[in-house]
């Protein structure tokens, strides 16, 4: 892969982590549970899950690097 398309999808990943911080944190926020937050915002738990766990890696690489 050519570095452009390299940086190109290390930029993606990282405006995905964002936005999926940002649902995260507007979840924690609402005083739903999960569950009920998932399924009003059309989102699957599993989806949710997966995309926190995601997050949390990527700040223990950010902690660990340091």
């Known amino acids: 892969m050519s ?4 940086a190109i999808t290390e930029i993606k990943t990282r405006v995905s982590l964002q936005e ?4 995260i944190l507007d979840c924690q926020n609402s005083g739903m549970s999960v569950k009920a937050w998932c399924r009003e915002n059309g989102i699957s738990t599993g ?6 766990r995601k ?4 700040v223990l690489e ?4 340091k």
């Not at 570095?3 to 390299?6: D, H, S």
């Not at 999926?20 to 649902?23: G, L, N, T, V």
């Not at 989806?47 to 926190?52: C, E, N, P, V």
């Open 47 to 52: 989806a949710y899950y997966f995309h926190l």
């Open 55 to 58: 997050i949390r890696e990527s």
């Open 20 to 23: 999926w911080q940002q649902r």
């Open 62 to 65: 950010e902690v660990t690097a």
């Open 3 to 6: 570095n452009i398309a390299t």
